[in-house]
């Protein structure tokens, strides 16, 4: 070893060895507490995100479980919110299809709810063409009118059968625009064919794909199907819609009204529907045909049943989310409970941590740690595992969400706002948890600290 | 917590009456003036300090040696403003520390106090170069002056060449001149060692001695509390504790 006299110059007691007067030193101490003001509070978060980090590093089994325990909470919220958003919004897009400016009169509601309201309704006259005729005459707002009545029936084509299919007999031709349907393969029938109740269809996707072994829509233009036994001849094939819930929605054959009734009978209720120009005319419009519909139904202004229903397709996203939210909430708030379990683990890891390291804390606050700085640096150690672990558990999360997404067909929602939310709350279970622990290390006499070992 | 007064403590017959108490001499760097040090042990109070009284100036190298039991590890600590004593004024740098909270005395142990303990008592997983940062750290330092201050630290112990070890791949009188470094760093007004010779063979003893010595000629005032006496007897004054009282007070250089 070579001493090295110029190093240890600066640690000679220079200007404050000889000189004992008070001044000096405390001009000395108050130009220290200046710097100390200003850079502490960085420096020492800085320094206990080190500490954290390394502290983190050293024990990785340690680390591994309790990122565990917070990954596997974060990522059942994660997957199970996104996949309920996905869900709703393929419902929502589902049941308002046909949009928020159009609305149905009906002998029934679509929804009914009891048995008293079931015999109600059906003591209550028909909706008939006679009605849906006064509605097209009279109603001056409304921009597109039709009626349809349906029922599933067998669909035959050679050897080839299908059950249920939705039958749906439409008058006029505009009631493919109301239903906001469109044509693939061949043409809609024209009003001639349709008021001579021509055994003519336009028929969905699934027709083609369960009768004719999937073959091109231009290719079953022409061929014949039988519908409740009849022959009908196939002149347009639709878009296909797609499936909600496993059911396909595009499993239908549209025929011409009045061959609908020529077939099936003309005495069963229809369904008028009537869509407007735009959404703010719909509440106008909705009135002007109640109105109408009243006075056919000979109901006084005080009377409270109008004797028909006027829904619109709301009427099924109202049923929709009053069925499934508090389904979500308890899905939710089950999820949540691991959330609950990952801060435990958090919180009994960082007790075992601060009792391994009491020694560790005596060092510091010999050094001159305060309990403001302990707290701090196992704060922080808290909150480093749990965000980490957070932002793994949104990953994770959003991947299982997906799997799922693309099992049961629905759309991925990613949203940036259920990742900050995951390891937002992720973060605040690791400052919730790591408060105690944190708070007895800073407790800690520095005596008895520094004698353990 | 004893409830008498300075003037007149219980003192049991079999304990001598403390010596009467000046007012504190503001030329000292260390003045203590009638410290108690009582523990509630069960039922029992226990005084591990009787009233002690003395002054330290500045650059003097003293010893406080005692048999286990004495209160000389009480004395210690109270010197290092780990703890605050039950009755009595202790002035460090002309500052009462003995009416401060948990938070004023942190700040004092950062700036005035360097502790150099028996078993170092450095932290495992850290370089020697980030455990001398360590006073700095808490001191509020920026990390490039931090680094250059306790690279400056090692040098002085000789130890330029060992910054990035870690203390287990150092031996042990490295380890203690690594933690007499950090007792440096921050330019302390004391340099508080408690048995610092305790946990080594008698070579590298000599050495910390020495290097103590050197420290001393340079201007630092040293406190080395200790039960052996031919260490102590490389100090230049020696306070003999005994029963919580001192029992001699000499200098011996």
């Known amino acids: 070893m070579t001493p090295d006299e110029t190093n240890r110059t600066s640690y000679a007691r220079g200007p404050r060895a000889g000189n004992s007067s008070g001044l000096d030193s405390s001009g000395f101490t108050a130009l220290k507490a200046k710097r100390r003001f200003s850079l502490l509070r960085l420096t020492a978060l800085w320094e206990a995100f080190l500490v954290a980090i390394g502290s983190l590093r050293t ?3 340690r680390t591994a479980l309790t990122l565990m325990g917070i990954v596997v909470g974060v990522s059942a919220v994660i997957s199970v919110v996104t996949i309920i958003k996905g869900l709703d919004q ?27 309201d079931f015999i109600k309704f059906s003591k209550r006259k028909d909706v008939t063409r006679d009605d849906a005729e006064v509605i ?28 249920n299919v939705f039958i749906r007999g439409i008058a006029p031709t505009t009631m493919f625009d109301i239903d906001a349907v469109t044509i693939d393969a061949g ?30 829509p231009d290719r079953i233009i022409g061929q014949q199907i039988h519908v409740a036994g009849r022959p009908f001849l196939i002149i347009g094939v639709l878009q296909p819609l797609g499936k909600i819930f496993g059911f396909s929605r595009d499993n239908l054959v549209y025929i011409p009204y009045s061959t609908y009734q020529k077939i099936f009978g ?42 028909f229903a006027l829904e619109t397709q ?15 909430l308890v899905t939710i708030g089950v999820a949540a409970i691991s959330l609950v379990v990952g801060g435990i683990v958090v919180m009994n890891i960082m007790l075992v941590s601060v009792t ?20 701090t640096q196992f704060l922080i150690e808290a909150l480093t595992v749990t965000a980490l672990g957070g932002a793994i558990g949104v990953l994770t999360g959003f991947g299982l969400a997906y799997v799922l997404a693309l099992l049961m067909g629905f759309p991925l929602l990613i949203s940036a706002a259920s990742a900050v939310l995951g390891v937002g709350v992720s973060s605040i279970v690791g400052v919730v948890s790591g408060l105690w622990p944190a708070w007895r290390a800073s407790r800690l006499d520095p005596i008895e600290a520094l004698r353990t070992e | 917590m004893s409830d008498v007064t300075l003037a007149s403590p219980p003192a049991p017959t079999a304990i001598p009456a403390p010596e009467p108490i000046r007012e504190h001499d503001s030329n000292s760097l260390i003045s203590m003036r009638g410290i108690w040090k009582t523990y509630q042990m069960g039922s029992e109070e226990v005084h591990a300090l009787h009233g002690v009284s003395f002054d330290i100036p500045k650059g003097e190298y003293i010893a406080i040696i005692g048999p286990s039991g004495s209160g000389k590890s009480t004395l210690m600590n109270l010197i290092g403003c780990l703890d605050t004593p039950s009755q009595g004024e202790y002035w460090l740098n002309a500052k009462n520390v003995s009416e401060m909270d948990d938070d004023e005395l942190a700040r004092i142990r950062n700036q005035e106090v360097g502790f150099v303990f ?21 001191g509020g330092i920026g990390s490039s002056k931090r680094h250059e201050m306790a690279k400056q630290a090692l040098a002085s112990v000789d130890l330029t060449d060992r910054i990035t070890h870690r203390p287990n791949e150092l031996s042990g009188g490295q380890r203690q001149r690594v933690a007499i470094a950090r007792a440096l760093v921050n330019h302390p007004s004391i340099l508080l060692a408690d048995e610092p010779t305790g946990a080594l063979d008698s070579h590298t003893s000599m050495e910390i001695m020495d290097l103590f010595e050197r420290l001393h000629g340079e201007g630092n005032t040293i406190i080395v509390v200790t039960h052996e006496h031919d260490i102590a007897a490389r100090a230049h004054r020696v306070i003999s504790i005994r029963d919580g009282l001192i029992e001699k007070d000499e200098k011996i250089r």
């Open chain 1, 187 to 216: 043409r809609i029938w024209n009003d001639n064919e349709g008021e001579s109740a021509r055994e003519i269809c336009v028929v969905g996707a699934d027709i083609s794909e369960n009768l004719f072994q999937g073959a091109a």
């Open chain 1, 356 to 375: 391994e390291r009491t020694k560790e804390i005596g060092i510091r606050k010999a050094v001159g740690a305060r309990q403001k700085d302990i707290l």
């Open chain 1, 136 to 163: 097209f005459r009279m109603c001056s707002s409304c921009y597109q009118t039709g009626i349809a009545a349906s029922r599933p029936e067998i669909v035959k084509h050679l050897d080839q059968k299908s059950d």
């Open chain 1, 90 to 116: 393929t419902v929502a897009q589902t049941f308002s299809s046909q949009g928020s400016t159009v609305f149905t009169i009906s002998k029934q509601p679509r929804v009914i709810t009891s048995r008293e």
């Open chain 1, 59 to 61: 024990n990785k089994l």
């Open chain 1, 266 to 307: 003309g005495r069963s209720s229809l369904v008028v529907f009537v869509k407007t120009r735009s959404a703010a005319e719909l509440e106008e419009t909705q009135d002007q045909v109640r109105t109408i519909m009243r006075n056919r139904r000979i109901r006084s202004v005080s009377d409270s049943d109008d004797g």
């Open chain 2, 118 to 138: 028996q078993t170092f008592n450095l932290l495992a997983r850290a370089t020697a170069l980030h455990n001398v940062e360590l006073p700095l750290i808490y």
């Open chain 1, 314 to 328: 709301d009427v099924f996203l109202d049923l929709y989310s009053k069925a499934t939210s508090n389904i979500y």
